[in-house]
Every structure is written in structure tokens, then in C-alpha cells.
């Protein structure tokens, strides 16, 4: 027997929604104001003060905005409800969202190392840069790491992956400013390499950032299973559940920052079928107020003979 009652506590869950959109859309603006204003503060006072290492900080900064607005759509849509071709709802969004920032961190990176190659392949040409460039590697510093610690701060407070994902993205924008800056130092005190030098390690943080982000959200996308330590606290609820005698098979997949699970509980194999319904359904409704669950399809088997009831009872 399986049984999917719709959820009891709607209302709660609705509000909790509601209050995550809310606050991604909110959290995300605030990025989107700081990387708008850094990106092109970066960009053309490094083009101007001939700084590589600048420039390829404000293209990060600029990925930074890009990313933005698919956060922005992605939060949007995962908060809608189920419908009739998305009958487990639209949280992966979440994760498609991660995947796609992944996918733009990568190509950003990559193409921040192929350009300090080249430039490294012809030191002679490289130029002194004008000090005004140190003065915005540290603003944009500054800012950025002010930005990871808000971002961070309302992502726990959601739980929301992607928000997770999007705040390290603020925290890889102000380690490579350090790096710049660095860089920057180091090529105004009389060592003109280190500025396209910083650039390539920019470059190199970057793209692993896209990989570590991309490779965990292709993993969600394929059904990853949650962590075995959360596996066993559902399996818990299930068996604190009265007339709960046994609980086998607990199976887990993501559904954005969500779960999609499965069990099979034991009952009494002599309670009629309403009861052994009853006892369902009240484990599943337990599982869902405790745990980040989406939805638990619950197998009755008899506690006698567990994932044997659809063979012939021998009298």
C-alpha cells in the first residue's frame, strides 16, 4: 500500500516560502547595487591605470551581476506551486540556478588565465600601473567582503543553497581582490609581472569555484541522496511514530534545498487496513514537520514478514 496525503501544515509552509523569496529577492538587489558600481569602477579605472589584474576583477564582479539575475529568476520560479507538469513542484530550480552560476564561473575563469598567458608570454610589454588602481583593488576589497558576510548571514538563515552558492561567489570576488591588490603593490614597487601574474590566479580561483559548484549541482540534479546522518534522524521520526514497529528502505533524493523521500514502515500484520493507514499517515505528517522534507511515500509492511506481502500467505 502507498499513501501521499496532501500536506497538513500548507499554511506553514507557505509562509516559510514566501519568506525566502523574500529575502533572496532582497539579499540579491543588494548584490546587484555593489557589483553594478564595482564592475564598472574596476573595469575603466583598470583600462585606465593599465592594471590586468583590475580589469579581470571587474569582469569577475560583472559575472557577479550576471549571476545575479539568474538567482533572481531562479528564486522566482522555484516558489511556485505544483501543477500539472511539475507535480513535485519547481524547487529544482534552485538547482539549475547552481549549476548555471557553475557553468559562468568556469567560463569566466578560463578565460581570465588564457588572457594572463598571453600577456605573461611577453613580459617586456607589461606596464607600470597608476596607484589609483591599488586604491580601488582595496575598495572593491572592502566591499565585497562586507557583501559574502550579508549574503551568508540571510542564506543560513533560509537555508537556501543557492543563496549559499551566490554568497561564496561574493567571497571568491574578495579573495581575488586581495590577490590584486597584492599584485598591484607588488607591480607599482618595481615588478611589473605580478600584476597579469595576479590576474592568472584570479583566474584559477575562479574557475574552481565554478567547478566545486557546478559538479554539486550536476550531483543534486541526478538525484543525489541527502547525507546519512539526516537519513537517520528521518528514520527516528518514523520509528518514535506509535505503532510504528520497524522502518527498512529509507530513500532520499534532493529537490532543490528540499527532500524527496520514501520509506517502508512495519505495522501489525493483523490491524485492519484503516489502521495500518492511520499509523501512515501519521508518520508521514510527523516526518514533515520535523525534517526539510517535501514529501514521504510510505510501503506498509507487516512487522511478521517485511517485503513479503505480495507473496502467497502459506497457512
Known sequence: MRYSEPRD????STHSAAQRAVASA???WVSVVVNLVLS???IVIGLLARSQGLVADGLHSLSDLVADFVVLFASRHSQKDADQEHPYGHQ????AASLALGALLLMVGVGMVWSAVVKLQTPEAIPVAHPVALWVALTALVAKELLFRYMLRVAKAVKSSMLVANAWHARSDAASSLVV?????????GFPLLDPIAALIVGLMVSRMGWIFGWDALHDLVDHAIDQEEVQAIRDTLLSTPGVLGVHEVRTRKMGDMVLADAHIEVDALLTVEAGHAIAVRARAAVLARHRVLNLFTHVDPAQRPDKDHEPVVP
Open 9 to 12: 501544515d500548507r499554511e506553514h
Open 40 to 42: 564598472g569602477l574596476q
Open 26 to 28: 532582497r539579499s540579491t
Open 181 to 189: 591588490s597584492l599584485g598591484l603593490l607588488g607591480n607599482l614597487a
Open 92 to 95: 529544482r530550480f534552485e538547482t
